[in-house]
T-cell receptor, first 117, second 114 residues
Framework: DAGVIQSPRHEVTEMGQEVTLRCKPI?????LFWYRQTMMQGLELLVY????????DSGMPKDRFSAKMPNASFSTLKIQPSEPRDSAVYFC???????????????FGPGTRLLVL | GDSVTQMEGPVTLSEEAFLTINCTYT??????LFWYVQYPGEGLQLLLK?????DKGSNKGFEATYRKETTSFHLEKGSVQVSDSAVYFC?????????????FGKGTKLTVNP
């Protein structure tokens, strides 16, 4: 299995620009999570999906962030406009459906390191 | 709400030393407990987990026992190696509390010197 795939791995952009991060979950997983990791705040959950539907986006700044999952194998996290404080590593993770032995375990991608100048 | 508290680092040990990283939790339901490890420049990887009281999770020489009476899940390893240098995260999943989310501790950075 290829694991969770994220792209790009690194992104450098200027303040005010739109940034789109992409994630392909493990095949068969129906939960998908987006996290942000910074030195100051640690690991924060931004949003998560179940069967493509948003279950909880309370951690996501709604004014500039948006997350979508148009199909079971693809999700995007968009920041528009980006700001320097958005600089962080963004992780995508996925987990199995209920009833599978690995249910509850999240598998993380390698992350996208974002720098907003 | 649910929370995880783990010992603050950084922790620096010599090779072959004994490791303990403390983790305690609060939860409304009956959570599953996890330890994840993050090596430099990588994403988090599941190290071990336990789903009920007195369960012991183990992997790569690391162990942790689910202690409901003390609400703890301390990570231990008898003899650390340089390759164990990483950041370790304790986490819980509280499905009975109505959520599939993982609640993470702040992480403990471990450095093992030769």
């Amino acid at each position: 299995d290829a694991g969770v795939i994220q792209s790009p791995r690194h992104e450098v952009t200027e303040m005010g620009q739109e940034v789109t991060l992409r994630c392909k979950p493990i095949s068969g997983h129906d939960y998908l999570f987006w996290y942000r990791q910074t030195m100051m705040q640690g690991l924060e959950l931004l949003v998560y999906f179940n069967n493509k539907a948003v279950m909880d986006d309370s951690g996501m700044p709604k004014d500039r962030f948006s997350a979508k999952m148009p199909n079971a194998s693809f999700s995007t996290l968009k920041i528009q406009p980006s700001e320097p404080r958005d600089s962080a590593v963004y992780f995508c993770a996925s987990s199995s459906p209920e009833g599978v032995p690995q249910f509850g375990t999240q598998y993380f991608g390698p992350g996208t390191r974002l720098l907003v100048l | 709400g649910d929370s995880v508290t783990q010992m603050e680092g950084p922790v620096t040990l010599s090779e072959e030393a004994f490791l303990t990283i403390n983790c305690t939790y609060t939860a409304t339901g009956y959570p599953s407990l996890f330890w994840y490890v993050q090596y430099p420049g990588e994403g988090l990887q599941l190290l071990l987990k336990a789903t009920k009281a007195d369960d012991k999770g183990s992997n790569k020489g690391f162990e942790a026992t689910y202690r409901k009476e003390t609400t703890s899940f301390h990570l231990e390893k008898g003899s650390v190696q340089v390759s164990d240098s990483a950041v370790y995260f304790c986490a819980l999943s509280d499905r009975e509390g109505g959520s599939e989310k993982l609640v993470f501790g702040k992480g403990t950075k471990l450095t093992v010197n030769p």
